[in-house]
């Protein structure tokens, strides 16, 4: 199960990061964006690092405080949720 919810994790960032840059070029482009909601939302459900590491690898993102304070809040509460599991089985 463990090794299941890490390769779970490792695609999410994955995929998240790369949406990411997709969104940034996108910007750059002047295309039709993806939404913040969907940026957010990738983060929530397993991508928080690979959107931590998009905003910061990218430059995309880093004056929008629901993304500079939000993704490291997402990750926090997440680390939190993992050691409270990992301590209830222990």
């Given at each position: 199960m463990?090794?299941?919810?890490?390769?779970?994790?490792?695609?999410?960032?994955?995929?998240?990061?790369?949406?990411?840059?997709?969104?940034?070029?996108?910007?750059?482009?002047?295309?039709?964006?993806?939404?913040?909601?969907?940026?957010?939302?990738?983060?929530?459900v397993g991508g928080s690092v690979g959107a931590f590491l998009g905003i910061w690898g990218w430059r995309h993102k880093t004056r929008h405080k629901s993304f500079t304070i939000g993704i490291p809040a997402i990750i926090f509460a997440q680390v939190a949720i993992a050691l409270w599991v990992m301590a209830d089985k222990y």
């Open positions: 463990k090794e299941f919810i890490l390769g779970y994790i490792l695609l999410i960032s994955l995929v998240t990061f790369v949406v990411y840059g997709i969104d940034k070029a996108k910007a750059r482009h002047h295309q039709r964006r993806i939404s913040e909601a969907t940026l957010l939302s990738l983060a929530a």
